[in-house]
């Protein structure tokens, strides 16, 4: 199956260069492009795109409301990877809040790029433990007071070392190992912790255990 990728960006040269990339693949197919984040909900009901590479800083809508209005109002939304040219860019961290699936740099290579689409399709998150950290600790606002302990408290303690874990970009088969069980027993903890969380999915996880100082960055 052809995985089929939105490219949203006002840089006509960067949709050019990415669309030359992913057409060259056999499983990969730019079925759109867009310049601005506001003409993005009208592409998605018209393409029904599997992937959008979002950027994130754009002249009328940026990537992070765009990203957060598809999240909401899509029954069955895209994939999204936010593309981006600082790591440490507070837009990044705001998107990775909304629900974007993980985060590009615009000088990533093309295998790099290629490998992310595959993975983001397959329902895999793009997890940089550093970067997440690095985010967290720059533009992370702890929520403290009440709110953290209502949910810190539904957790099981198997539940926060997983938790803790996927936040080091430990995979399902990493984890089992770490605390010998079975990945099937992983992959119900990591559901139950995202059920609890109501994120969803890993990255977003993370990002709201480093915002409630469940993990502390440093």
Same mark, same amino acid.
């Given at each position: ?15 050019? =260069?990415?669309a030359a ?10 079925? =759109? ?5 506001? /003409? ?52 990044v961290y ?16 093309? /295998? ?27 533009? =992370?606002?702890?929520?403290? =007071? ?11 303690e198997r539940?926060?070392?997983? +938790? ?14 770490? +605390? ?13 912790? +995202? ?24």
């Amino acid at each position: 199956m052809t995985i089929k990728v939105l490219l949203v960006d006002d840089e006509r040269l960067i949709r050019a =260069g990415l669309a030359a990339i992913i057409d060259a693949e056999d499983d990969l197919s730019v079925v =759109g492009e867009a310049a601005d984040g506001s /003409e993005v909900p009208g592409e998605v009901n018209r393409l029904r795109p599997d992937v959008i590479l979002m950027d994130v800083r754009m002249p009328r809508l940026d990537g992070i409301q765009a990203t957060r209005h598809i999240l909401e109002t899509v029954p069955e939304p895209p994939r999204i990877i936010v593309v981006t040219t600082f790591e440490n860019d507070e837009y990044v961290y705001d998107a990775l809040k909304a629900g974007a699936n993980g985060f590009l740099l615009k000088r990533t290579r093309p /295998e790099e790029i290629l490998q992310a689409i595959r993975m983001v399709a397959h329902g895999d998150s793009l997890l940089f433990p550093a970067a997440i950290r690095e985010l967290a600790a720059q533009h =992370g606002q702890p929520a403290g =007071g009440a709110a953290a302990p209502s949910w810190h408290g539904r957790l099981t303690e198997r539940e926060g070392d997983v +938790l803790r874990l996927m936040a080091k970009g430990r995979s399902n088969a990493e984890i089992a190992q770490e +605390l010998f069980v079975s990945p099937q027993t992983v992959k119900t903890h990591v559901g139950n912790i +995202l059920a609890k969380l109501q994120a969803r999915d890993r990255t977003q996880a993370v990002i709201f255990a480093y915002e409630t100082s469940f993990i502390t960055p440093g």
